[in-house]
C-alpha cells in the first residue's frame, strides 16, 4: 500500500533528522546551550543542514502519505521513528544496540503492524467534511491541548515532562488532521491551498507543537517525555479518522487484537525510552574511551 511505505520513509527520514540534528549538536561546545552562537555555528555544518533537508523530506512524505491514505492508518506508522532514531544513533553517534533496543524495536514494529491490521482503516470523507465536522474536531482537540498546559503548570519536574509530552502529541495529532485538510484542498489546485484556511491553522499549530516539544524536552528526560508523545499522536489520528473523516475501522473481536497490540506497542516504546543512546550517554561514554585510548597513544 502506498500510504503504508511513505509513512515508513517519513519515519525514516524524521529519524534520520533527529539524529543528524544530534550529531551535530553534541560536538558544539556544551556551554553554547541555549545560545545564538549555537545556531550560527550548526548553520555552518554540513550534517545538521542535512539532518533539517531530511526534516523536511518527512514532512512532505508524511504529507503525500495523508493525502493517498487514511490518517488512521499513517499516523500509526509514523511512531515507528522512535526505534529507527534508535538505529540511525547507533550508527552516526558510534553507539552499540543492545539486546534490549533491538527487541523492544522488533516488538514495537509488530505492535504497530498488529494495531493496523485489527484496526483495517477503509477510506473516509475527508474532502467532504463540513464547517461543524471542522470546528468540533478542532475545538476539542484544542481543549485537550490547553488541558493538558494547564494541568502541567500545575506540576513539576518528571510529571510536567510526561504530561508535555503527552499535550505535544495531541498538538502533532492536530496538526496532521490540518495537513489531511490541505492536501484534499489541493485536488482543487494550487490556489485552493493558499486560500483555505487549513494551511494557516497547520502552520500555527505546527509552531505550537514545536514549542510544547522544547518545552517537554526541558521540563525532564525523554524516559518521561517520550512515551506519551510517542503514543498519543497516533490515538489523536485514529479518533479525527473515525469520528471527523469518517474512516472505517473493524470492531468486534478485532477490537481486543487491537487494544492487545497497542499495548505492546506501549510497552515497547517505555523500554525504548529508557536507552541510554537517546541521552547521547553511550555514545559519550565510547568518545571518552575513544580519546583516551588517543591519548595512551601519544605519551607512547
Given amino acids: 500500500m ?11 527520514a524524521n529519524a ?9 549538536a553534541r560536538e558544539e561546545p556544551a556551554e553554547e546551550n541555549l545560545s545564538l552562537r549555537l545556531v550560527g555555528h550548526l548553520l555552518h555544518r554540513p550534517v545538521w543542514l542535512a539532518g533539517v533537508s531530511s526534516l523536511i523530506a518527512g514532512f512532505l512524505l508524511q504529507a503525500v502519505a495523508l493525502g493517498a491514505g487514511q490518517i488512521s492508518l499513517v499516523q500509526p ?9 534508535l538505529i540511525l544513533s547507533g550508527l552516526f553517534l558510534g553507539s552499540r544496540l543492545g539486546r534490549r533496543e533491538w527487541g523492544a524495536s522488533a516488538v514495537m514494529a509488530a505492535g504497530v503492524a498488529g494495531l493496523l491490521f485489527a484496526l483495517g482503516p477503509g477510506d473516509g470523507k ?4 463540513s464547517w461543524l465536522g471542522w470546528l468540533i474536531g478542532c475545538g476539542a482537540n484544542a481543549l485537550l491541548i490547553l488541558a493538558g498546559v494547564l494541568w502541567a503548570r500545575a506540576e513539576s519536574g518528571t510529571r510536567r515532562a510526561a504530561v508535555l509530552g503527552a499535550t505535544t502529541g495531541c498538538a502533532f495529532g ?5 495537513i489531511k485538510g490541505v492536501t484534499d484542498n489541493y485536488a482543487h489546485g494550487l490556489a485552493a491551498v493558499f486560500t483555505g484556511w487549513q494551511l494557516w491553522a497547520m502552520i500555527a499549530v505546527g509552531a505550537c507543537a514545536m514549542f510544547l516539544l522544547q518545552s517537554a524536552m526541558q521540563a525532564g528526560r525523554l524516559l518521561a517525555t ?16 473515525v469520528l471527523i473523516f469518517h474512516e472505517t475501522v473493524r470492531g468486534g473481536p478485532y477490537i481486543v487484537l487491537a487494544v492487545a497490540a497497542a499495548a505492546a ?3 515497547a516504546v517505555t523500554v ?20 583516551a585510548e588517543a591519548c595512551d597513544g601519544d605519551k607512547e
Fill in 265 to 267: 506497542a506501549a510497552a
Fill in 126 to 129: 475527508s474532502s467532504s467534511v
Fill in 174 to 178: 492536530m496538526t496532521a488532521a490540518l
Fill in 2 to 12: 502506498l500510504s503504508v511505505l511513505l509513512a515508513v520513509l517519513a519515519a525514516v
Fill in 77 to 85: 506508522v509514523l511512531a515507528l521513528d522512535l526505534p529507527a532514531a
Fill in 272 to 291: 525504548l525510552s529508557r536507552s541510554p543512546l537517546l541521552s547521547d550517554e553511550a555514545g559519550r561514554r565510547e568518545d571518552a574511551g575513544r580519546d
Fill in 226 to 241: 517520550q512515551p506519551g508523545l510517542t503514543m498519543v499522536d497516533p490515538v489523536i489520528g485514529i479518533l479525527w479518522g
Fill in 16 to 24: 534520520l533528522a533527529s539524529a543528524l540534528q544530534r550529531k551535530a
